[in-house]
Nanobody, 115 residues
Framework: QVQLVESGGGLAQAGGSLRLSCAAS????????MGWYRQAPGNQRELVAS???????NYADSVKGRFTISRDNAKNTVYLQMNSLKPEDTAVYFC?????????WGQGTQVTVSS
């Protein structure tokens, strides 16, 4: 089992910044992909960004150039730095861990961007 604890969500104004963190604990696999997904009301959950153990990253087109994903393998923590926020970034953001043929989700953290 892997537990994911997210932090850092909240309210920001358009153009502002927020930083999300997700700490993984439990049966951590050395090779694992961690990432962030988001889900807005009435929408499907979508990938925002992901990062492999070797720090290869992948971003949704809608956040490229604004968001940066990073990870600290020693701390089993993944970060999402969100800059130039837009109202359409408003959603619940979920941390995701894929490793050892299993997938785990965090409880979600609300990000609200006001115009």
């Amino acid at each position: 089992q892997v537990q994911l604890v997210e932090s850092g969500g909240g309210l920001a104004q358009a153009g502002g910044s927020l930083r999300l963190s997700c700490a993984a604990s439990g049966s951590i696999f050395r090779i694992a992909v961690m990432g962030w997904y988001r889900q807005a009301p009435g929408n499907q959950r979508e990938l925002v960004a992901s990062i492999t153990s070797s720090s290869t990253t992948n971003y949704a087109d809608s956040v490229k150039g604004r968001f940066t994903i990073s990870r600290d393998n020693a701390k089993n923590t993944v970060y999402l730095q969100m800059n130039s926020l837009k109202p359409e970034d408003t959603a619940v953001y979920f941390c995701n861990y894929k490793g050892g043929f299993s997938t785990y989700w965090g409880q979600g953290t609300q990000v609200t961007v006001s115009s």
